[in-house]
């Protein structure tokens, strides 16, 4: 088995002209604001994360004793992170450029040796997985060395280990999926993506207990002072790549070139030995795989719903569409397998309620419980945009070349997106009422907070819901591979930007209104009138916000999609 250079550099050549070109192609006025919009929204984001860290930062350092250890534990936390979604964002880029790209066929029909093509989807497979996890990781260790007034070799040591990181989650990545594959009948591979949903969930939850973030802020867990530096100054596993990133980051932070040196050696002879490793199982295994996957596809669990008792009450045409979109939902196996990882995140997100330390707090827990409550309504409702962005926004796309069918029905575009909105509308409602009521139980908040969320979140879901649908339809992919990735588009990014919008200006509404009530409710003291006309014009502008949110981007939607020929 030789490698040759130049027979990846062709095999990448198509990819590399692909990217050239789109850089150099004419772009009309329309590509060109989507073009500027991102770059503009991007560096506002990267601006953010760079401010943020500096701030942190500097207040940790201006702590006497402690302030450069917490400095680099929350270094190690990052660090931490960043390795597991690296390596839950190389699973799924690797599994479809591996495995599901449409062009593997033609690829694989050419004279060439099956490594070699491994390798140049591979090389492909972690670039696409890491470059945004780098770039929006960079402003922090940027913010680190301006702190800590690193040299010139931090920067450059810091990107060599950097990319070293990246390198060995891919390596780790692709060795599961090609095992995983190998294994599985073809018959059910897409079964692994409940096997990649439940993995993805054991990462996280291990790297936040590894990273132990509670310790950052409640020294009273410990007998003494002593023992809570120690801690703090704990290590995590050694045989974790991110440890061996974060000793070689931190060596370079603090000059000491032998170790950093040597901590980053470390991570590329690593990067080398999986390297190799992964050349040798993909030679192996890697076809055998690929041919497995060019057959039907079965279903893990046998659906013997037909649904048509659900929808007696809707017209023909009407009833078809609606039992059609729930069979497909519960057949693809890439839809509904998530929601496994979805319960995991909810039970997350009420346990961390359950065990926050409000008696703690120097300001009344009563306020501390209320104040918590309003935050945790819009906390709940980006949750829920982050869910329909998964579900909502591609549900339209999901039609993929079928659309024309959708088309050439009887029935109309119209009732075909109100169809998607009520079919995906009453799990969210329940999910979304679900986690408010359930977290203000733990809080034991105030009857008035109680109702005020509910109402508020009972009245944004369907605009929120229909945001993601008509949004989704007007920048609707229907050649896309995988549809749920139209997310990460233009149309995904004004959908996310209009939706947290329309959240946070409804809760800049009600807040200070709000804020009055409690303490009228509270003190047992009758509200001014000038009090209750400015809450009934905030309640009442909340209100039509809610329902413009719901009429306005369905009508969009029902429009650019009308105009499409396909």
């Known amino acids: 088995m030789a490698l040759y250079p130049t027979d990846i550099l062709t095999l990448l050549t198509p990819r590399l002209r692909g990217l050239a070109n789109q850089g150099r192609r004419k772009k009309s006025g329309g590509a060109r604001f989507k073009l500027l919009f991102l770059a503009v929204i991007g560096s506002l984001f990267w601006l953010a994360i760079f401010t943020v860290s500096q701030r942190v930062l500097t207040y940790f350092k201006g702590i006497e004793q402690i302030g450069d250890i917490l400095g680099y534990k929350l270094m190690s936390m990052i660090l931490i992170v960043s390795f597991a979604l690296l390596i839950f964002s190389s699973i799924l880029t690797s599994l479809s450029r591996l495995y599901l790209s449409r062009d593997l066929l033609l690829v694989h029909s050419t004279p060439v040796a099956g490594y070699k093509i491994f390798i140049a989807r591979w090389i492909d497979s972690t670039v696409e997985s890491a470059w945004m996890v780098l770039i929006f990781t960079l402003p922090v260790f940027l913010a680190y060395g301006l702190v800590y007034r690193a040299g010139i070799l931090y920067y450059a040591g810091t990107l060599a ?30 079964s692994i993506f409940i096997f990649l949903g439940i993995l993805f969930f054991m990462v996280i939850y291990l790297a936040i207990r590894l990273s132990r973030p509670e310790q950052l802020v409640d020294p009273e867990v410990f007998d003494t002072v002593l023992v809570y530096l120690t801690s703090l100054q704990t290590p995590s596993s050694p045989l974790l790549p991110s440890t061996w990133a974060y000793d070689s980051i931190r060596a370079w932070l603090c000059g000491t070139r032998e170790s950093a040196v040597l901590n980053t050696a470390l991570s590329w002879s690593f990067a080398g030995m999986t390297g190799f490793v992964l050349i040798l199982v993909a030679d192996g295994i890697y076809f055998k795989g690929f041919s497995k996957t060019q057959t039907a596809p079965g279903r893990l669990f046998k659906n013997r719903i037909s649904g048509r008792q659900f929808f007696t009450f809707l017209p023909g045409p009407a009833r078809s569409f609606a039992i059609k979109e729930i069979k497909t939902f519960l057949r693809d196996q890439t839809q509904w397998s998530q929601l496994f990882l979805i319960a995991a995140l909810v039970v997350i997100y009420v346990y961390n309620f359950k065990v926050l330390p409000l008696e703690k707090s120097p300001i009344k827990t009563i306020y501390l419980q209320n104040l918590f409550s309003f935050l945790n309504m ?35 575009l119209k009732s075909f997106l109100w169809i998607k909105f009520f079919i995906y509308y009453p799990p969210l409602l329940i999910l979304t009422e679900g986690l408010i009521i359930t977290t203000n139980i733990l809080l034991q908040v105030s009857a008035l907070m109680m109702a005020l969320s509910t109402v508020t979140v009972f009245f944004l879901v369907p ?11 007007a920048y609707a992919d229907f050649k896309a591979e995988n549809p749920a990735q ?38 047992n003291l009758p509200l001014p009138l000038s009090i209750r006309l400015w809450a009934a014009a905030a309640f009442g502008a909340a209100l039509i916000i809610s329902l413009l949110a719901i009429v306005l981007p369905m009508r969009y939607g029902e429009k650019k999609l009308s105009q499409r020929d396909r």
């Open 161 to 190: 280990t950097l990319m070293a990181l990246m390198i060995n989650a891919s390596a780790i990545s692709t060795l599961m999926v090609m095992t995983a594959v190998f294994f599985i009948p073809a018959s059910r591979l897409k």
């Open 378 to 412: 819009g906390l709940a409702l980006f949750v829920l945009t982050a869910i329909c962005a998964r579900f909502a926004y591609p549900a339209v796309s999901m039609e993929k070349s079928a659309f024309w069918l959708v088309k050439s029905s009887p029935l109309s």
């Open 463 to 473: 605009g929120i819901v229909a945001m993601g649908i008509g949004i989704g339809a």
């Open 486 to 523: 139209t997310v990460t588009s233009f149309g995904g990014l004004i959908f996310m930007i209009i939706s947290a919008g329309t959240i946070g200006l409804v809760i800049l509404l009600e807040a200070g209104p709000v804020y009055h009530l409690f303490m009228a409710n509270l003190r």
